[in-house]
């Protein structure tokens, strides 16, 4: 958290559109106490990932019902910024975004996850955002029929296996959660970069370029359930989901399924633990048990804040959204307020050490550098 | 499997339907000839609104827009050279310089009825094919991906032109710039110096507007007059449709080549732009091909009709998005409750054909409006090119900064122009550049991970000997055609002196040792690839350099273009640097103000116009510059200014 910390020296325009910030803050007190009323206004929400990717296809599901949600029906707008894999995009929201309840911003695991590991060209801090909506996504593990393996009773097997290969999008990329799942269940896995996007690992999988696999859920269901139901895939175990105590539990969607510490204790005869496991929990929270969120700036009055909370919360009451939501968000359950609070807390923290094992496997498994460092 | 098809042609013909996709084709249509959108900005405009409509109309809908922005961005690449869309690069080849003859309706005419029917057949491709494309698809693994990006290099046999090895030259410089930003490997950053800009790699639609756009405003400038030297449409409507009935073989070829490759996922549009031209030059006699072939104009549009037909088939069977658009089709149809996948075919075959057939309909109705609106629009090039070169230059300034919104896509657009203004004027082509460029990326990537799954022993798999074997037949049957033309002159010119040219051939050398520099610095898996072509690219480019400063007669590889420039026409520098005004100005006060003086001042003087028709010229152009950037919620690049003081918007 230090590094981080000190990474964030606002420049002269970062001083210059705070103090801009601070003054329309000023103008703003009159307007404050009913601030809730946003007739008439236009709030840009901000997806530093490109139009039609899985955070813009969530904004934009969101979009109507934030409209109808917000005092006074204001107008919200989607504004993809894209580049660096979504840090540029959001460095400009830090950058720009008042307290005023006009601008937010939905961000994602590939957004956590530079944070969280420090990457130098970050220029955002979480701790300077307050969450109104948190989103939670899951992921099964899986594999081909010709390994033989059924479940964790089958675990020697896998581990004798042959040629296992895996498709990733990179080192730091959400298959980061995989990989650490491979170095604990102690499996010899060769990890195969360049892919772009799940979907072509999937692709790689049904080839039998790569034996083993997983998909975040959504894709999962449509996408690999049909293999399945063909006997083409074998699923194994899902990461799981967090519940309101922060404890790791199995996924709804996948109540036959263990989850991943399930699946490894089952394996191995030990619960997971030490920094491997710490590391797979955090980033397993920020990449997937709270994925997304929606934020605004710490700075915002409260009566913003809530105006936002309240409209996520008839949003998440409103009978057409849980009709809707399905094949957007699957059926995982939405959250605002206090649960939103810690979903938050748990996803954009990582103790200095975990951290620092993390960049140090990632040098020492992938000879992957995030630099500033050194 | 016909019952399917039927109950999805009787849901389609239901009037409401129909009604829906007219809507579509209609903001499809408007924003395919406003050049350098794309179907893309189309489809994030209407996701809004699709929200409550019925599944079928909503898709209807959908595809009506994507079909037809294929075939109205060839507006702008036919009639004023700037690539309408990455879709449409290969076609200003020989669509523009048909333009430049007189012959703009008949290309439209011919573009238009081949891009229907390539639409068309590409539909009854995947008709026949749904039920075995997924097998199909499977068969093609990652070491058959590396072959067929393998073929699409060897177009540049073909392409290179009168010399080889500057065409070898300017495909390697494509190639280097396309190693820039995260290597597949490794996601090491390469070439990026420390920016988030370089670390995504360079975007391609600023590269072409960059490429091939640029050079040819500035030569229209130069020139005066109108775009079309003879100031005359052509009476080539009817001349058109006789061209697409005699060529139908290369139509049929085409068309089928298009669907085919677009259907393959992660090989990319406009690597079958430039494996459909390449095919064109390679098969066809007596071309004429880079001077104003119509044969050029119909394998392209024919095919990336086609192609959009095939992409559908990665986007609906696998939930794999083959481009931009299709990315946001796909959002579009998880958003009205519809997700891509094996059931598709399965369970939801009706819907599948649904779609098919909208993409089919709406390719007729496209064409219909396209030719409706044509003799209109094709008077463009019979406008004084005073009054347009401000207009195209915002338009290819708005098409650069709309893929990235940032800023150094202005810059990335100016400094490559002016290269591609020197590799014009010296013969250098410059489409094995294009071609280098976008193949970089699924060569790297697919060489690795083949090399990874297979070991070295992939070159023995069946695929990859057949299609090394069409390579083989492919480049042979091109040894023998004659080359595509660089520009429109006949012989080479020497240039007095040669050594512009020598030091011009220094750049790419600088490039390359770059590039070789850069690469030192990375680990294995990330540096073997820009250092092979570094590597060998570095002495060639070296060679050339110094052949020219010795060479002492205009030869293939010696040509100046501006030997015997006309002195009535305005000088190489003068309008590089009117558009390098206007990037600085950019850089001082943002874009929009930039504009605005730069229409002021452009329009008055170069273009000679009255205060009157200046100021209205300017209020129009700025004005619909702000609408269009207020729908696609789009803040202009900001310069200095914006830096300093906190601007309201459009001025921010």
């Known amino acids: ?374 | 499997m016909l019952d399917a098809l039927l109950s999805a042609l009787i849901a389609l013909s239901e009037p409401e339907r129909l009604l829906y996709m007219a809507l579509g084709v209609g903001i499809g249509y408007a924003i395919g000839v406003l050049p350098a959108l794309g179907g893309l900005a189309g489809l994030s405009l209407v996701l809004p609104f699709i929200y409550g409509l019925d599944q079928v109309s909503a898709l209807a809908m959908l595809v009506g827009l994507v079909a037809v922005a294929a075939t109205a961005d060839t507006y702008s690449s036919i009639l004023m050279g700037i690539p309408g869309s990455s879709a449409s690069q290969a076609t200003i080849l020989d669509g523009f310089p048909m333009a430049r003859r007189g012959e703009a309706a008949r290309a439209l005419s011919a573009s238009f009825l081949a891009s229907m029917i390539g639409g068309l057949v590409g539909a009854v491709i995947l008709t026949a094919a749904v039920q075995v494309a997924r097998p199909l698809i499977l068969a093609l693994g990652t070491a058959e991906l590396f072959m067929l990006a393998v073929l699409g290099l060897s177009m540049v046999g073909v392409l290179a032109g009168r010399s080889f090895s500057k065409g070898l030259v300017a495909c390697g410089m494509g190639l280097a710039l396309g190693t820039v930003g995260a290597a597949p490997a490794t996601s090491e950053y390469r070439n990026d110096f420390g920016t988030l800009y370089l670390s995504d790699g360079l975007p391609l639609p600023v590269l072409v507007l960059a490429i091939f756009a640029l050079p040819e405003i500035v030569d229209l400038a130069r020139g005066g007059g109108t775009i079309s030297k003879t100031a005359e449409l052509g009476r080539g409507w009817i001349a058109g449709m006789r061209d697409i009935a005699r060529h139908w073989w290369l139509l049929l070829r085409t068309s089928s080549i298009g669907s085919v490759l677009g259907a393959i996922p992660g090989l990319g549009g406009s690597v079958t732009d430039w494996i459909v031209y390449g095919h064109a030059v390679q098969t066809e006699k007596n071309g004429q091909f880079g001077k104003g072939d119509v044969r050029g104009v119909i394998a392209v549009e024919a095919s990336n009709n086609a192609r959009e037909g095939g992409a559908l088939v990665p986007t609906l069977f696998f939930g794999i998005p083959s481009s931009g658009s299709m990315a946001v089709f796909l959002g579009g149809m998880t958003l009205i409750g519809i997700e891509a996948g094996p059931q598709l075919v399965g369970e939801r075959l009706d819907l599948t054909y649904a779609i098919i057939w909208s993409l089919a309909i709406a390719n007729v109705m496209g064409t219909l409006l396209c030719f409706a609106t044509s003799p209109l629009i094709a008077r463009l090039t019979t406008i004084r090119f005073g009054l347009i070169a401000p207009f195209m230059v915002m338009i290819v300034c708005f098409g650069a900064f709309n893929t990235s919104r940032d800023i150094a896509d202005l810059l990335l657009l100016l400094a490559v122009g002016a290269m591609a203004m020197f590799m014009r004027r010296f013969g250098w082509p410059r489409p094995p550049f294009v071609v280098g460029f976008v193949l970089a990326q699924p060569m790297e990537t697919y060489l690795y991970q083949a090399v990874q799954f297979y070991g070295w022993g992939f070159l023995q798999r069946p695929g990859v000997l057949i299609i090394l074997g069409l390579i083989v037949v492919f480049v042979a049957l091109g040894a023998r055609q004659r080359k595509l033309a660089d520009t429109e002159d006949e012989s080479p010119k020497a240039g007095a002196s040669a050594m512009p040219q020598a030091l011009f051939a220094l750049v790419p050398a600088a490039l390359f040792a770059l590039v070789f520099w850069d690469a030192t610095k990375h680990s294995f898996l990330g540096a073997v690839f820009p250092l092979m072509i570094a590597g060998v690219m570095l002495p060639i480019a070296l060679v050339i350099s110094g052949r020219l400063a010795f060479a002492s007669r205009p030869g293939r590889l010696r040509h100046d273009g501006e030997q015997d420039a006309d002195p009535e026409q305005g000088g190489f520098w003068t309008y590089l640097l009117w558009f390098a005004g206007l990037i600085l100005g950019t850089v001082l006060v943002g874009f929009l103000l930039a504009s605005i003086v730069f229409f002021l001042a452009f329009l008055r003087w170069p273009a000679r116009c009255s205060w009157t028709t200046t100021l209205t010229l300017t209020t129009i152009a700025n004005a619909g510059l702000v609408a269009v950037a207020d729908i696609l919620v789009l803040d202009f690049p900001g310069g200095l200014l914006q830096s300093l003081v906190d601007l309201p918007w459009p001025l921010r």
């Open chain 1, 1 to 374: 958290m230090v590094r981080i910390s000190e990474a964030w020296r606002p420049g002269r325009r970062g001083v210059l559109r705070g103090a801009a910030g601070l003054g329309a803050a000023a103008l703003l007190p009159a307007g404050a106490a009913r601030a809730q009323d946003f007739a008439g206004r236009t709030i840009e929400w901000v997806i530093p990932m490109s139009v039609g990717g899985g955070s813009d296809t969530w904004a934009r599901f969101h979009l109507p019902f934030l409209q109808r949600n917000l005092p006074g029906s204001p107008t919200v707008v989607v504004r993809n910024i894209t580049g660096g894999g979504g840090i540029n995009g959001t460095n400009q929201f830090a950058g720009r975004a008042r307290p005023d309840g006009l601008m937010i911003l939905g961000t994602t695991a590939s957004i956590q996850f530079p944070f969280l590991l420090g990457d130098p060209r970050v220029r955002y801090d979480y701790a300077q955002w307050v969450p109104v909506l948190a989103s939670p996504t899951g992921g099964v593990m899986y594999v081909r029929p010709e390994l033989g393996v059924r479940g964790p009773q089958d675990f020697a097997r896998l581990k004798a296996a042959q040629g296992l290969r895996f498709g990733s999008q990179g080192p730091t990329s959400l298959d980061i959660v995989p990989a650490l799942a491979f170095e604990m269940l102690g499996l010899d896995v060769q990890i195969v970069f360049g892919m772009q996007g799940r979907g072509q690992g999937r692709l790689a999988f049904e080839r039998g370029e790569t034996p083993i696999d997983y998909q975040t859920s959504s894709a999962f269901i449509s996408q690999v359930m049909p293999l399945v139901r063909e006997g083409k895939a074998v699923p194994l175990c899902s990461w799981g989901v967090m519940n309101d105590a922060g404890e790791i539990v199995r996924d709804p969607n996948f109540p036959d399924l263990p989850h991943f510490a399930e699946f490894a204790q089952a394996a191995t005869g030990s619960p997971p633990s030490g920094p491997a496991w710490e590391a797979w929990r955090a980033l397993f929270i920020a990449g997937f048990a709270a994925q997304k969120f929606v934020v605004l700036p710490r700075t915002t009055p409260a009566g913003i804040v809530n105006a936002y909370k309240a409209a996520f919360a008839r949003t998440l009451a409103d009978p057409e959204y849980k009709e809707k939501r399905g094949p957007v968000i699957g059926e995982y359950d939405e959250v605002t307020g206090p649960a939103a609070d810690r979903h938050y807390a748990a996803a954009t923290t990582m103790s200095a050490d975990t951290r620092q094992w993390t960049r140090e496997w990632l040098l020492r498994r992938f000879n992957h550098r995030l630099g500033g460092d050194n």
